[in-house]
């Protein structure tokens, strides 16, 4: 997902321009992933499709793609349709250690982008995430339940946690967002 991430923001590939997209696998990874076109938010998780369309559709994958109204409509089916996962042998024979996987994105006028995947993912032990990687990340699974402002606050409020005596201000912030979703 990273791998397809990194190439579809360096590129700016839109949605329109994507003709196709391989993802090359061992069965480590693809044998867990039980479906092929998700049709629901439960399916998507386990379908490397999905996740992969998801990337394409909306440059992440957090709480407001796993949803079924996004999962299974039109724009997420057709990408789906236009993804396909492959075994492949050599990837296979390098071990189960890492999750090691290939892609292969061709577009619609005929250009063709191959990238290896990190076999370090992100927020690994090998490859921790950066401070603006939590954030964005923290923004993405609270985009809806909190304003802008207010996740700006709270990020600020986490940062200097240990800098403060107490928990006592955070306590409240997050008390005032709790009231105001009740």
């Excluded at 480590?28 to 559709?57: C, D, G, T, W």
Aim: glycine share 6%.
């Amino acid at each position: 997902m990273d791998a397809l991430l990194e190439l579809v923001v360096e590129h700016d590939i839109k949605p329109e321009d994507v003709k196709r997209i391989k993802f090359y696998a061992a069965s480590n990874i693809l044998e867990p992933i039980r479906y092929s076109l998700a049709i629901n938010h439960l399916q998507a998780k386990f379908s490397m499709q999905a996740l992969l369309a998801m990337i394409v559709l909306r440059r992440r994958a957090g709480p407001q793609e796993f949803v079924t109204e996004f999962v299974g409509g039109q724009a997420m089916q057709a990408m789906q349709q236009r993804i396909e996962t492959i075994h492949d042998p050599e990837i296979e024979a390098m071990g189960y250690e890492w999750i090691r996987s290939k892609l292969v994105l061709e577009t619609a006028d005929g250009r063709i982008f191959e990238k290896q995947a990190d076999k370090r993912y992100r927020g690994g032990p090998s490859k921790p995430m950066t401070n603006a990687e939590v954030e964005e990340k923290f923004m993405i699974c609270t985009d809806g339940l909190l304003t802008p402002a207010q996740q700006k606050i709270l990020i600020s409020e986490i940062w200097s946690i240990c800098s403060n005596d107490s928990c006592t201000h955070l306590l409240g912030i997050l008390g005032s967002v709790v009231a105001q979703k009740h």
